[in-house]
């Protein structure tokens, strides 16, 4: 058996407007700051063995709280990226659909294979963290392993222990600093938690 602990990364500037920020360095806004803490709190007297985090600074820094508080050193996991938005980085889908057209009808009409352009298609984002996924759980039985990410990433994921497809991907919703917690046992999944926000009220 092993139990995941996903945490998505606090607030960031681009959340609060709308801007797709896979691979560029978002900044925690000062309530994703506050959140971090919040959650590291939330987290004190939980047991977890390991920490990952994408190496991504919004995700790094909601880590390190959690880190701190914990005394545990962080694994950073260039797998748990955020998808790579390539050009459209820092767009709002307004922008994208204003500016780029065939681009945004393409987006649309092919789903899971649409390639933004010099980025990533869903399926192959999927592949990359469903590998890592289960490689963490080919290696760490009996472990508690803490992930921080990006929402995607935990869709991703969650989609991948219950289906190993990409198929249910957009049907989670993850917020920002929410707590998920899945337990696998003998390839089976079940999620305990799911986008739990109630250590931020």
């Keep these: 058996m092993i139990k995941f602990i996903f945490i998505r990364h606090g607030l960031t500037l681009d959340n609060e407007s709308m801007r ?6 978002s900044k925690l806004s000062d309530i994703g700051k506050n959140q971090a803490k919040q959650t ?9 063995d390991l920490i990952y985090s994408s190496p991504l600074k919004r995700a790094m820094n909601t880590a390190r709280e959690i880190s701190r508080i914990k005394n545990i050193s962080i694994n950073v996991c260039d797998e748990f990226k955020e998808m790579n938005f390539g050009d459209f980085e820092g767009l709002t ?11 945004y009808e393409r987006l649309k009409n092919e789903s899971f294979e ?8 869903m399926i192959g984002f999927h592949d990359r963290i469903s590998n890592k996924i289960d490689d963490i759980i080919k290696n760490n039985d009996g472990k508690t392993v803490l992930i921080v990410s990006h929402a995607g990433v935990i869709r991703a994921c969650l989609s991948h222990l219950i289906s190993k497809d990409h198929t249910y991907h957009w049907n989670f919703k993850i917020d920002n600093c929410s707590m ?3 337990e696998v046992v003998d ?5 305990h938690n799911l986008n739990n926000t109630e250590h931020l009220r």
């Design 20 to 25: 797709l920020s896979g691979f560029i360095d």
């Design 40 to 48: 590291s709190i939330r987290l004190k007297n939980e047991k977890i």
């Design 93 to 103: 889908f307004q922008e994208i659909e204003s500016n780029y057209k065939e681009e």
């Design 114 to 121: 649409y390639s933004f352009p010099n980025g990533e298609n």
């Design 180 to 182: 998920t917690i899945v």
């Design 187 to 191: 390839d089976f999944s079940v999620i």
